[in-house]
């Protein structure tokens, strides 16, 4: 492992770093803008052209405010919960294939920060670790909103991990790998996972959404009941922070459905134009990026459609509706395999 | 008689509560999922209700009763005589004012012999209703199609002469307001206003 190297992988993650800090941003003002397009309404215009600086003012209003910890709050937790949250936010991009890769002077550059044989894994743990910024945000503010919020958030993000991840066997089995790399390479041109998998995409989208904390599935959150549920008692740019973090998880979600099943920075006759391999990978990526702007859009979309769930109906849709339909789908696919090989 | 309890209910609007099994198609709810997005989406492509404000202002009606305005006459004098009437005819109690006797020297300024000195309107009470223009006896105040601008202060909404009369080189215009109905009205004797 040569010094150019670790310098090439340096400078790709913090590229990414910068790309996923700088979409998240402007994610804040494109659910405001999106939000009011819905609504017949124009949304944030006044900050700059179209209101293209208005996530600076945010930010900035942010960082101006009071910073507030109430006196029986438990200091470390209090300022580990935001600070967690954001890191796991930030750790999944590691392994997600953000294009093919670049050949210069015979050397190939790959557009992926690391390619570990148990990507699928590696992003699962992560996601799985995301519950306790909320849990210790929750529990650190001593606050009966924050607590319910945090016990909510952890209940929900465990029932629909289990969906989520089941979901997964099923590509996991077609593909016979755990490298998001070489999932995203099976699926060339236009051989998406989702034209094999509709259940398992229809599922893992859903639980997307409950992992995210996006509405329809927001009651950690819910103004309407608990003020700001796990966030209640967080000011300044600490809540700056959990609000950037659900931002970022969009981000990273959306990318995780596009590289799973919808074939990454595959597009349709890719092989057709006769372009050379590194001018392949550069509409790859942005092909990438468009796919993974339509998720969040799509989030959005979601957002401003469906009301927000009771919690007994969503507590019965994660376990009794999709873990049972994400078990028949591993052995739907199981079955097809299987008819497969003996042919 | 008592009136029977299963009669028909008086609005005709009441609706039996139904409580039938929902079919497949609705528990799995995805339809009326992809129902609802349709309906959000062409929200998104409809025109925007939104006027840009400071920039684009909203038309109002030519008779809209906004800020008061204290006429002049053909030659410039002030046509407000102080009678009163217009402080009487307020429902909100906005109006005030304090008359005084014309002075020789001020023959060109006022019209009549009395006039008021202050005149003031406190725009937070006012209604806007046009009773005061109803009133006055003398054609002297109306209400323009002027919004009254915002402000920080209470004091701020007293206004007084410097505001309200109109200045000599720059007349405001009333004609819509005076519509012949309008005159007609004003000088009906039958109206007790004129009587």
Redo the contacts between chains.
Sequence with gaps: MDGNYILYKLILASVILLISLVVAMYSTLLERK?A???????GPNRAGIGGIFQPLADGLKLFFKEEFMPGTADKFLYILGPSLTMMIALLTSAVIPWGNSFIINGTEYTLQVADINVGVLYVFAILSIGVYGIMIGGWASNNKYALIGAVRAASQMISYELAMSMSIIAIVMMSGTLSLKDIVDQQHGMNWNVWYQPLGFLIFIVCAFAECNRSPFDLPECETELIGGYHTEYSSMKLGFYLFAEYINMFISSAMIATLFFGGYNFPFMDSFGLSHNALTIIGSLVFFAKILFFVFFFM??R???PRFRYDQLMRLGWKSLLPLAIINILITGFVIMIKNHL | MSVSQNSDSLSGRSRVVSNKKMTFAEKIYLPAIFAGFGITISHFFKKNATIQYPEVKRPIAEIYRGKHVLKRDDEGRERCTACGLCALACPAEAITMIAAERKEDEIHLYREEKYASVYEIDMLRCIFCGLCEEACPKEAIFLTNVIVPSDLHRSNFIYGKDVLVEPVDKRVDISHRQTPEVLAFKKDKNQSHNS
């Design positions: 999106v009011g397009f819905f609504q017949d309404r124009l979309w979601v401003w459609t469906l």
